[in-house]
């Protein structure tokens, strides 16, 4: 007669039929598990992915409800949100950032824009004024100039007291307007402030009108900052005429 050792009948029934222990029921369903585990992060990644998309695309969670306007002076925020024309109620992942960029940045005073979302219900939109650097008057128009020569609109109020007034033609053209802003960054702030008019007739005939009925010939804006110091110079003398469009040639009347 064989005999069985005890360790052999674990687990196994009268009749010699194995049972399944705890602990082996725990291995088989681990291994299955583990078979199927790649499949079931896959499923789950697949359905967090397309409520992701739901979300953004189709649901009302976050959709456009407000606009924030910030770094705007001279411009109203009202104005701003006029012409940004924002689609409210739209998924803010489908709102085009650089269409309203656009929109904002076709104001004559706004020198760039940035457009963002601000989730989950906001577009923000960063402004960038034109800073006025002088006064161009244009008929009965009063207009601001930068310092890249832009003209643009701005209400007399918002401009800065003592600004220098360019006088222009009518047809004059963009070159000779970024001419004269040059002029006006490269004189000394004491010059500055004696500058009543600078008349602008084209890239090389620019000429100031200073207090005290003197008159200089400037040129172009070629070489400004030792046309400033010439001027500078010749200031202290009784003169009425000035002319330092050749600055190491300079003439006085």
């Known amino acids: 007669m064989t005999v069985v050792d005890s360790t ?3 687990g196994a029934g009268h009749d010699g039929v194995v049972v399944a222990t705890p602990d082996f ?3 088989r369903l681990r291994a299955r598990l583990s ?3 790649p499949y079931l992060l896959t499923l789950l990644a697949a359905v967090v992915v397309a409520i992701g998309v739901w979300l953004l695309y189709f649901s009302s969670a976050v959709t456009v409800t407000s606009v924030e306007v910030t770094g705007n002076d001279a411009l109203t925020t009202a104005r701003i949100e ?3 024309a924002v689609p409210a109620g739209e998924q803010l992942i489908r709102v085009d950032l650089a269409a309203i960029q656009a929109r904002i940045e076709r104001i004559d005073a706004v020198q760039a824009a940035q457009v963002s979302r601000s989730w989950p219900h906001t577009i923000s939109v960063q402004v960038t004024e034109r800073v006025p650097i002088a006064v161009l008057r244009r008929g009965g128009a009063v207009l601001g100039l930068d310092a890249e020569g832009v003209v643009f609109t701005v209400k007399e109020s918002q401009l800065p007291k003592g600004l220098p007034v360019v006088q222009t033609a009518l047809n004059v053209n963009a070159a000779t307007l970024g001419e004269a802003a040059r002029v006006v960054v490269a004189l000394r702030s004491d010059i500055a402030a004696r500058v009543e008019r600078i008349k602008a007739d084209s890239i090389d005939r620019i000429v100031l009108e ?3 009925g003197v008159t200089v ?3 172009s804006a070629e070489d400004s900052e030792n046309k400033a110091r010439v001027l500078a110079i010749l200031l202290a003398r009784d003169v009425t005429e000035i002319d330092v469009s050749v600055p190491g040639r300079p003439t006085t009347r």
């Open 35 to 37: 078979r199927w585990r």
């Open 217 to 219: 010939e400037w040129g």
């Open 8 to 10: 052999e009948r674990r």
């Open 82 to 84: 006029k012409v940004a």
């Open 25 to 27: 029921a725990r291995r």
């Open 210 to 212: 200073l207090d005290g």
